[in-house]
């Protein structure tokens, strides 16, 4: 009698910052971005650095180590170049060549237009030849993705069901699925807002081109003002972090940045002119915003609260 395969769960946010995956209790959270490699002393190696087949550092890597970085804010992310190899990379550490579901999202805007595009490539990654990551010192080799089923939800969906269904995808807190909740999900690039009434998305939800870049390019500005220099975009992440710039205090310009984009989010959440019972708020960069909006019954998410959500989908469709 033959076994049956049974394919694992894995799930993945490839966001315009940060590309987050997840299988099990298994983790992948690394920068967006990719870079030439260059000959690194063996000392300087840490076991989060990821190396796509010889070919291009990955990551926190990349941002570390490599002269020149791709970054890609094209709106559609399966034409940008560095997607194909974050995707890679990410899944390929996850799975080798075990059979997987996947479950990923898109931003609200572009579900519809770019959902074809994604189907294709999620769909191609299979086809792809062999290839190789190093991980730190280890080498995973001959890896060939093996995707069973896949599906992709628009974003902040994630985010709402990692609060409202339990581990084996069956809903919890009832009687707030049974209300009507806006998900402000915060990306790098996009504002998703994603309403729900009794869990089922309304046609009202929508994207902005309103993320954490926007509060970047501001606080390059006043950097710029208040330093005389500034880092690059997709260095800013360190330095928000720490709140020091150049041995700067800079954590009131971080505010000042934040609360622009806060009062912008909130001017867009009150155009909607609907009457939310819940307000779910999420992304890397919630917190930061979190307590600038004024919004009744608000929640606050964390980074891999999308992931969470994915994962609970999956299990609830292919249980």
């Not at 076991?47 to 020149?68: C, K, P, T, W």
């Not at 974050?86 to 060549?97: C, D, E, P, S, V």
């Not at 960069?285 to 019954?297: G, K, Q, S, W």
């Amino acid at each position: 009698m033959s076994l049956t395969v049974v394919p694992e769960l894995s799930v993945l946010d490839l966001g315009f910052s940060y590309t987050k995956a997840k299988r099990g209790n298994k983790k992948y959270l690394q920068p967006s971005l990719t870079g030439e490699p260059r000959s690194m002393f063996k000392q300087n190696i840490e076991s989060n650095h990821f190396l796509y087949n010889d070919e291009l550092f990955i990551g926190e890597l990349a941002q570390q180590y490599s002269d020149v970085k791709y970054f890609s804010l094209k709106d559609n992310k399966t034409e940008a170049m560095t997607s194909d190899v974050i995707m890679k990379t990410a899944l390929g550490y996850l799975n080798h060549r075990d059979p997987f579901n996947l479950v990923t999202g898109l931003p609200v805007l572009f579900y519809f237009n770019q959902l074809g595009d994604m189907e294709n490539m999620i769909g191609s990654l299979s086809d792809h030849s062999t290839y190789s990551i190093k991980k730190g010192n280890h080498i995973i080799e001959d890896i060939k993705l093996n995707i069973n089923n896949f599906n992709i939800v628009p974003q902040g969906y994630g985010i709402a069901m990692s609060f409202l269904l339990d581990k084996n995808g069956e809903i919890i807190n009832k009687h707030i699925a049974r209300k009507k909740i806006l998900v402000i999900d915060l990306g790098f690039y996009t504002l998703n807002l994603l309403g729900l009434d009794k869990l089922s998305i309304m046609k009202e939800s929508t994207s902005e081109i309103l993320g954490v870049e926007k509060a970047y390019k501001l606080l390059r500005k006043y950097l710029m003002e208040n330093v005389g220099k500034a880092p690059s975009i997709y260095e800013m992440d360190k330095y928000v972090r720490t709140g020091i710039y150049e041995g700067f205090n800079i954590k009131p310009l971080i505010k000042k940045s934040f609360r622009a984009i806060a009062n912008q989010i909130q001017n867009e959440v009150e155009g909607l002119n609907i009457k939310f019972d819940y307000y779910f708020i999420g992304g890397g960069a919630a917190h930061r915003i979190f307590d600038m909006l004024d919004l009744p019954n608000k929640m606050l998410f964390n980074q891999l609260a999308q992931i969470d959500g994915y994962q609970k989908t999956g299990v609830r469709s292919w249980r």
